[in-house]
């Protein structure tokens, strides 16, 4: 079963992280236990919980380079059955003291995930090793993708990596989805965008589309995600929906 999910693209701006605490947030709300693993130096999954990254004095590069237990540095969320190994700047100069542990964090958390039904890793926006240790862990990976031609030549190096990961590290990765973010079907781009992807990857893409949403921006400035600042808004509805059919693929 599909229990450790990473979520992957070395573009800056895909709303990676506002799935990957959105969709948390989702599967909290379901009353499934959540840790959520901010791998990313920015700590933008860090902000969007409410937490000062300023203000921790651990963080996962304690874990990942100075041995500190897992359970030492891990935070309650303002969410109920959702749990946060926060992030800080640390992260970003951590690459240079993890080459050749392209599977430390796998080790970390084995002794660890049982405590939780799911573990959600958002990556930092590149295929640095962070990124692979992330990929290294998980069984299932989630893209987020924009829709433009950029993205989709970017989602054809990302899979490839994935795929040379698989082979090399974790012969149990598998592509849970990809996802289609930020859409706007006015703009003719968008729709000749996701035309391609669901053409080329009619398996791995969600039939469910996150919107434009203003809600998704503005509930990170309030450290909150989209069902604590606005429950109704399009971009909240998106992701239950989002989060039902990735229950169901991994059941499935």
């Given amino acids: 079963m599909i229990k450790i999910i990473a979520f992957v693209n070395q573009k800056g701006g895909t709303g990676k992280t506002t799935a990957c605490v959105n969709i948390a947030a989702a599967l909290a709300l379901k009353k499934y236990k959540i840790l959520l693993i901010d791998l990313d130096g920015q700590a933008n999954t860090t902000i969007s919980l409410g937490i000062d990254p300023l203000e921790i004095k651990r963080s996962m590069y304690d874990v990942l380079l100075n041995h500190i237990e897992l359970r030492e540095i891990v935070q309650q969320s303002p969410r109920e059955n959702l749990w946060l190994a926060p992030a800080n700047i640390e992260l970003a100069n951590s690459d240079i003291s993890l080459d050749g ?146 229950l169901k693929r991994i059941k499935e």
């Fill in 101 to 246: 542990h392209q599977t430390r964090l796998k080790e970390i958390i084995q002794s660890y995930k049982e405590r939780f039904d799911f573990i959600l890793i958002d990556c930092p926006p590149s295929l640095s090793l962070l990124t692979v240790n992330a990929l290294s862990a998980s069984n299932g990976v989630i893209i987020p993708i924009l829709c433009d031609y950029l993205s989709l030549e970017g989602l054809k190096q990302l899979l490839f990596t994935i795929e040379k990961i698989k082979n090399g590290f974790n012969h149990d990765l598998t592509i849970l989805g990809i996802l289609s973010n930020k859409v706007d079907h006015r703009r003719n781009l968008t729709n000749e965008t996701l035309k391609l992807v669901r053409k080329e990857f009619p398996k791995e893409i969600f039939k469910t589309e996150i919107p434009v949403c203003a809600a998704l921006a503005e509930a990170p400035s309030f450290g909150k995600d989209v069902f604590g600042y606005t429950s109704w808004a399009t971009g909240a509805t998106a992701y239950k929906e989002v989060t039902a059919e990735i």
